[in-house]
């Protein structure tokens, strides 16, 4: 290792090295680690907002359930997606965790304590600060660390909520009409007619209901 692969500075947040420019400008986050920030941070606010509307439709309404049927999440889904959208949940985590300490290192004054649902301000003013954080925020790799635990608890909290859908794949053993019920991050089934184990890369390569329906 050359004494310029040791000294070379680092991105804090994803350790690989800085560009020149990225030197040039004194940044703390490369910019890849900024626009990874970014995204995910859209991805919280639509995420946010869909799981919200969701217990907006399932709360119980004058103390009775709300309306039932295949919108209705079960009770500990729920109570994992108020956790996210209620007191505490992420505005809160994204205001009192990254934002008050952005705005005091920017000197300005803390900004009033945002509402459960404003996710939009919330979003809005980091990711409009994001740039300056990446580039003068010490503690920003901290934070895009917060940002990216967020979205992934999120991320599950969808997927967990719709259940992955399933559907029928159709056996390609010569003479066999068994038939699959798989989903698309299903890794490993087998056909319940022959037995055949399939791995992902053979169910992907099997003909299922929708070739049937676009044929
Ligand atoms: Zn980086
Ligand atoms: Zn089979």
Redesign the pocket.
Known sequence: MTLDDATAPTCTVCHSHLWDTEIAAGRYACYRCEDRGADQLHAIRGAFKRLDTLEGLTKPQNGVCGPTGTREAPIPARLAVLAQTGPGGVVAQLQAGIEDSWRRALGWKAGPTRGLGDIDGATTFLINNLPWACEKYPEIAHDLEAITRIHNTLTSLETGERGPRKFTAY?D?TD???QLRITLWTSHAT??????PRDKNDLAGLATEYDAAAA
Do not use: Q
């Not at 056909?191 to 055949?196: D, I, L, M, Y």
């Open positions: 056996c053993t066999c009409t068994g056909c319940p007619t022959c037995g055949t």
